[in-house]
Structures are given as C-alpha cells and as structure tokens.
C-alpha cells in the first residue's frame, strides 16, 4: 500500500462462553493503542469488527488485536516520472551541446 491509501484490519469475535457478554477489542499499531471498540455478543454469537486505518508515512507498521498481529508495508510516494525525465533530457542535450562545441 501507499502512504495515504486505506487498509482494513478485520477482526472475528465469537463468544464460546455460557452466557452473554462484552469484549473490548484494542487495535495497537506498533504497540501503541489507536482506537478500541466494546462488543456484546449473546451465547455462541459471532460478529465482525472492522478498523480502517491508513499511513502519513512510508515504513513497516506492526498491528495487532490481542494476540492477532499482522504487518504492514507502506510505500512512500516515490519519484515522479516527468521531472526525471525532464532532467535525463536536459543531460542528453548539455552533452550534445558539449560535443558539438568542443569537437567540431
């Protein structure tokens, strides 16, 4: 992904127990708590939970639920291909001029 662009951490929680209750689910990226959602499920529920995340910053981010981690790679912006371009043009040509004017 790119910095900028959205991921979806998804979670599936299910409530094994004999009876109703809350989960309070943490969502860490890189250690550090950025946002936590309470559920409640009835006995044998199930329910998905859904972060939506994204970067200001190219690097490898850890993100982890609970015990559930993932990592995240996040691909800073790069080069733009005109102004390269543009400045492997203007070499192109200082050379042709350097040779024209020195060798001819």
């Known amino acids: 992904m ?3 662009e959205k991921v979806v951490a998804r979670v599936d929680v299910s409530n094994v127990g004999g009876e109703p209750g809350q989960y309070v ?5 890189d250690n550090l708590a950025v946002e936590n959602r309470v559920v409640h499920l009835s006995t044998g529920d199930s329910l998905s939970v859904s972060f939506d995340l994204s970067f200001d910053r190219a690097g490898t981010f850890r ?8 990592e995240v790679d996040v691909l800073g912006e790069g080069l733009p291909v005109i102004p390269i371009v543009g400045v492997f043009a ?3 040509c200082l050379i042709v001029i350097i040779r024209w004017f020195f060798f001819r």
Do not use: C, M, T
């Not at 689910?25 to 990226?29: D, G, H």
């Not at 993100?63 to 993932?70: E, G, P, Y």
């Open 2 to 4: 790119k910095v900028g």
């Open 25 to 29: 689910l943490i969502l860490k990226v």
């Open 63 to 70: 993100i982890s639920v609970d015990n559930l981690v993932a």
């Open 90 to 92: 203007a070499f192109a």
